[in-house]
């Protein structure tokens, strides 16, 4: 469900492309919607059954140091929430029954689930 768009935006920006066409579904919106709030996807422009993204690059670098799919439909990983808290300077994206989050908003609610992404730097 999402590792397939997760490697189309790794390879993107690996290289250096700044937009990216893709097919969407709709729980994969949740994912980019959590991309944009961490900088990662500067804009989302959604046609009939198409998706164009605008990947965020700075000074001409990208921005995406560290990524990796933790999303495999044979061998998912869970994180409870105990674990989440003892992340620093890393970026987790989770599915959880409250939706897609990110590590900082799984502590506010208080909640673990099944990692998506891992991004460090």
Known sequence: MFYELINKIKMSSLAKKKY??????KNELKLLKQLMKLNIIKFIFKNKNKLILMLNFFKKNKLIFKLKNMYKLSNYKTVKLKNIIKINNKLLIITSNKGVLNNYEAILKKTGGTVILYIWN
Request: aromatic residues 16%; glycine residues 0%.
């Open 20 to 25: 990216l066409i893709t097919n969407f579904k």
